[in-house]
């Protein structure tokens, strides 16, 4: 079955400390994204890909780092710059927004990975 | 800028209750509206979509009209179960600039037995 697959489902960061999140697609989408989701609030942009090695920072992208290597990958790497990691990460892509058949297609999400700090 | 807002949470309702979650947008353009809905501990799932004005979307006894003139794109069932107990997040997305979905922040709803 096609899907987004994100890993691991729970994460723990240490103080000074990088960690990544995984992100892989098998939809054969374009578009991939990553938001952040706080308690009691809706989700906020960290970074976004529209095409291989190619990404542009989103709402909150400080203290965040993305690759795009591979269509079908796009980590995310919280780095020690941010301050306030804990948090519920969503990834999610998409077909390119265009014309006609393609024009607003809906985002599909992972199940999400919940970083905490020890 | 682009915004959605909700009406705040939590809502409580009993089974075969009626469901009404608001949500008004703005936007520049011509936006698709977009209701999704996070059960607890996992990822979002599309419920239905809009993608002009005056279109209904529609799926598993959820309904939403996109209606221009009140740039409004609420939710509705016309009988809940215990099952629909989850956070819904309204949102839109444009053609324009970036295309980013903007989120709503969110309304959590609770169906009581």
């Known amino acids: 079955d096609g899907g987004i697959t994100q890993s691991p489902k729970y994460l723990f960061r240490k103080e000074g400390q990088n960690v990544t999140l995984s992100c892989e697609q098998n939809l054969n989408h374009d578009a991939m994204y990553w938001y952040r989701q706080d308690p009691g609030q809706g989700l906020r942009l960290i970074y976004y890909s529209q095409i291989v090695n190619d990404f542009q920072k989103g709402d909150i992208a400080e203290g965040y780092s993305v690759s795009r290597e591979k269509k079908e990958s796009f980590p995310l790497t919280v780095t020690s710059a941010q301050k306030n990691p804990t948090a519920f990460y969503l990834c999610a892509s998409s077909l390119l927004p265009g014309q006609g058949f393609y024009s607003n297609q809906p985002q599909h999400f992972g199940d999400g990975t919940r970083l905490s700090i020890l | 800028g682009n915004s959605v807002t909700q009406m705040e949470g939590p809502v409580t309702l009993s089974e075969e209750a009626f469901l009404t979650i608001n949500c008004t947008y703005t936007a520049t353009g011509y936006p698709s509206l977009f209701w999704y809905v996070q059960y607890p501990g996992e990822g979002l799932q599309l419920l239905l979509k809009a993608t002009k004005a005056d279109d209904k979307g529609s799926n598993k006894g959820f309904e939403a009209t996109y209606r221009k003139e ?4 609420h939710l509705e069932k016309g009988s809940v179960q215990v099952s629909d107990s989850a956070v819904y997040f309204c949102a839109l997305r444009t053609l324009q600039g970036a295309q ?7 309304t959590r709803l609770t169906i009581n037995p």
């Open chain 2, 100 to 106: 980013k979905l903007v989120f709503g922040q969110g």
């Open chain 2, 70 to 73: 009140t740039t409004s794109f």
